[in-house]
């Protein structure tokens, strides 16, 4: 998903549940049911440098 197909934003946030939902239209209603957001101009392996490290492919 790169823009929301109803208002065209390219922000996003991603709830605990793993759902990816549009900031804009569906703003989360509370801080502790988001996981991460997704922001086209922050790449998001910046804010998880870590996340890399569980993929260990022998
Ligand atoms: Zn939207």
Excluded: N, T
């Amino acid at each position: 998903m790169d823009h929301c197909p109803m208002c065209r934003g390219k922000e996003f946030w991603v709830s605990v549940y793993g759902k990816v939902i549009c900031e804009k239209c569906h703003p989360p209603a509370d801080e502790s049911i988001v996981a991460r957001r997704i922001h086209s101009e922050r790449p998001e392996q910046l804010a998880h440098p870590d996340q890399h490290a569980h993929r260990h492919v022998a």
